[in-house]
């Protein structure tokens, strides 16, 4: 897998904002905390892509075809709105597609949005849309965060968005909770082992809108049990047999 880091140049008001945010202002942000394993806050928060203050936020997107982005609404639409359109350029030319966990990372110049950087990843085509699927999202985005070093990051999954209701929202954000949180306990097994980074998230804040946070509250806590109740059952030897 290769990821694309891209330092995007856009000219101060080269693209406006049409309208105003969708997203209520930070002091009438709504909240909800769920404990995960190892110390991992799992927070529920009504906020956008482009609102979070992250180091990391992390928003997936369908193979680009014409007619489905011309289905694309709400969250994704003011983010690249904010970012002067190079999401959309990006896909129209073909250099982010969207395909199965395509990555591609930008970094935003100071005030385009709140987040330090953007981790964009693909889909595939909506056909293939599964919880399976989203659980691997989830561990994709766990180990780009980890390999950036960042220890909290942002994640929207946007599928609402981009005109697809196959899933229920909350089933979306039960998968990619799971593999987050199962992702990040290898990630942390492989360090006390030596074998990797050390460090990894301690916050993972998902983005949920107005009429979807109670359901995506209620899924992430089935999601935080069922990733722990998984890890108890982990073998507990140690990944490498030790030298003879």
Not at 76 to 94: C, F, K, N
Not at 127 to 154: D, F, N, P
Request: hydrophobic content about 45%; overall charge neutral.
């Amino acid at each position: 897998m290769r990821t694309i880091i891209l330092a995007m140049a856009i000219s101060a008001g080269a693209f406006a904002i049409a309208r105003q945010p969708v997203w209520a202002a930070s002091e009438d942000v709504k909240e909800a905390v769920v404990d995960g394993p190892d110390r991992l806050a799992v927070k529920v928060r009504m906020e956008g892509p482009y609102t979070a203050d992250a180091p990391l936020q992390v928003v997936c997107y369908f193979r680009y075809t014409p007619e489905r982005a011309k289905r694309m609404s709400g969250a994704p639409v003011e983010l690249d709105r904010h970012l002067g359109g190079v999401i959309a350029s990006l896909r129209e030319r073909g250099e982010f597609v969207g395909d199965d966990f395509e990555t591609l990372l930008l970094v935003p110049p100071p005030g385009k949005i709140e987040a330090k950087a953007l981790l964009l990843i693909g889909l595939g085509e909506e056909s293939t849309l599964s919880t399976e699927k989203m659980m691997q999202v989830g561990r994709v985005a766990l180990r780009e965060a980890t390999r950036l070093g960042v220890r909290k990051a942002a994640f929207a999954p946007l599928i609402r968005d981009q005109g697809n209701s196959a899933l229920p929202t909350g089933e979306v954000a039960r998968a990619v909770v799971r593999g987050v949180v199962l992702a990040r306990d290898t990630e942390s097994h492989l360090a006390k082992e030596a074998l990797g980074k050390g460090q990894t998230l301690d916050e993972l804040v998902m983005e949920a809108g107005p009429k979807y946070f109670d359901e995506t509250t209620a899924a992430i806590r089935e999601g935080v049990k069922e990733a722990g109740d998984a890890i108890n059952t982990r073998p507990k030897s140690a990944y490498a047999a030790p030298n003879r």
